[in-house]
């Protein structure tokens, strides 16, 4: 395989539209079809495209001159999606985040290992130059152990945004708000790059929207060896404010809006505190840098160059179906502690975040 013909579902949904435009841009893939419901949008866009058109799910999955899909649908229809793609032989990249519970993410997993296809996801934040260079920081040991993790998500969406689809802002569409959502792709750096916590206790709330799930959220996160983390996801705060902290015995990283400043500490924390003679305010000298990094015009476009790349070489994508699952533990997680007011102890107990799910669904039935 040199260059992978894709097809993407749901391609004209704004996150759709996305997709297809980078894919017309890669030179490891190109776009063969497109899929949707509403026929009329579709059939123009194809004919823009020069590509084909599909309507009916089954009859994308049969064409031979597709090698992979890209899922640009609501994330509570990707279980369905991927289950059917897989039985059809076909690789598939889906958008974040990978499914609603861990339980329909292991079983996606699982039915693409069965059929011997790729499953991939995409979080586009991974491949952003400062996150890759953290990631590089972290993975060398420069930070030493990291014993505090900090990540803020706020972001802020109208009412409309809400009630542009019926399925947003619903615990039966949606299946969660802004955890689930847009803190997603904080919560998949946080855990990329500060590992996943052993327990989780959070509070969440529809503050400000007339909808069902969150739109406000804080975390407090436990790790092996006492350390601990706060993460914070919102759609109410202007200005915007996404960053992450990490802090380990070595120095510090904090990365937002594009760049990465990192402390360096002259000595380990650790030793500091053991061997000063001073009794307050000690101050530990440290160096600091500043990388400033440039924002992709296309933020999707390496996620999907990756895949394309991953299938023609024969690798597993960058973040993987197993790798997907990891934030959306984290997520499912803080959920299940916010509404059960309990410390959630990780791994999640599947069985137990599956019925909370058909609880507070049935409950906010129409």
Not at 117 to 145: C, D, F, T
């Amino acid at each position: 395989m040199q260059r992978v013909r894709l097809a993407v579902i749901g391609s004209t949904g704004m996150i759709g539209r996305v997709h297809v435009d980078a894919i017309t841009r890669l030179e490891n893939a190109s776009l063969t079809a497109v899929a949707a419901i509403n026929p009329a949008p579709l059939q123009e866009q194809a004919r823009q495209l020069h590509v084909r058109a599909y309507t009916d799910l089954d009859s994308l999955l049969r064409d031979p001159d597709v090698d992979a899909v890209v899922v640009a649908t609501p994330h509570p229809s990707h279980m369905s999606v991927v289950l059917k793609a897989a039985r059809a032989g076909k690789h598939v990249l889906t958008d974040k985040p990978i499914a609603v519970a861990v339980s329909e993410a292991e079983q996606m997993v699982q039915a693409a290992r069965s059929a011997g296809v790729v499953l991939g996801v995409i979080y586009q934040n991974r491949h952003r130059p400062e996150s890759q260079k953290a990631r590089e920081v972290v993975s060398q040991g420069l930070l030493g152990k990291i014993y505090r993790t900090s990540m803020v998500h706020a972001t802020a969406r109208t009412e409309a945004y809400y009630h542009s689809r019926p399925w947003r802002g619903t615990w039966s569409g949606e299946g969660g708000g802004v955890l689930l959502n847009q803190g997603i792709h904080s919560l998949d750096l946080l855990q990329w790059l500060g590992g996943m916590p052993r327990a989780v206790q959070g509070v969440a709330s529809a503050f400000r929207h007339n909808i069902e799930v969150e739109d406000f959220a804080t975390a407090l996160l436990e790790y092996d060896g006492g350390g601990q983390g706060t993460a914070h996801c919102s759609t109410v705060q202007a200005p915007n404010d996404v960053r992450l902290e990490l802090y380990g015995d070595l120095g510090s990283l904090a990365m937002a809006d594009g760049s990465l400043t990192w402390h360096k500490l002259a000595t380990p924390m650790d030793e500091f505190m053991a061997s000063t003679d001073a009794s307050t305010r000690a101050r530990l000298p440290h160096q600091t840098e500043v990388l400033e990094f440039p924002r992709a015009a296309t933020p999707v476009l390496p996620s999907i160059q990756d895949f394309a790349d991953a299938l023609i070489h024969g690798r597993e994508p960058a973040v993987s179906g197993e790798e997907a699952i990891k934030s959306l533990e984290l997520c499912n997680a803080i959920l299940l502690a916010a509404h059960t007011g309990r410390r959630i102890s990780l791994p999640l107990d599947r069985q137990e975040y599956d019925a909370f799910m058909r609880d507070i669904r049935a409950r906010h039935a129409p």
